[in-house]
Every structure is written in C-alpha cells, then in structure tokens.
C-alpha cells in the first residue's frame, strides 16, 4: 500500500511539472512574440528616421551650395564682390 501511495504521489508530481513546464513554454512563446513586435516597430521607426535623415542632408547639401549662398548674399543682402586690390590675405 505504501509503494502504490508514492507512485501516485510520483505521478502526480509529474503531471504538476509538466503542466508547469507546458505554461512556461506558453508564457515564454507569448513573451518572445510580444517582443518580435516592438522589435518590429523600432526597425519601422528606425527606417522612417534614416530617410528623413537622407532627406535633412539632401536639403543642407542644397542650403549650403556656393552658388546659393552667393545669389542670396548679392540679392538679399546687396553684397559685391571686392576690386582685387582690395583683398587682404592674411597668412596663418
């Protein structure tokens, strides 16, 4: 009688572990998949930051061409070039 007792207190021992084994799985696929999501987000994110970056360097590249800062300094601001004998150039 008493082996019988321990082999049902085994068995249900082992029916314990393994329910609790079957919920961690579930508990952890749950876990991974909630985290493959914010994985994706960010990455989504990620991708929208680096074509406004591209397209903030595109419109610096633009601002701070020769040629336009030139036309804006001689248009807005009425600069003119010096006479040549006028220049300075000083040696560092």
Request: hydrophobic share 45%.
């Amino acid at each position: 009688m008493n082996v019988v007792k321990i082999k049902v207190l085994l068995m249900m021992g082992l029916v314990v572990g393994l329910l609790g084994s079957a919920l961690a799985v579930i508990y952890s696929k749950y876990q991974s998949r909630l985290l493959f999501i914010e994985i994706q987000k960010q990455e989504r994110e990620l991708d929208r930051y680096e074509v406004e970056w591209g397209q903030l360097q595109l419109e610096l590249t633009t601002l701070a061409e020769e040629n336009r800062v030139e036309q804006i300094a001689r248009e807005k601001l009425r600069l003119v070039l010096p006479q040549r004998e006028a220049i300075i150039y000083i040696k560092p």
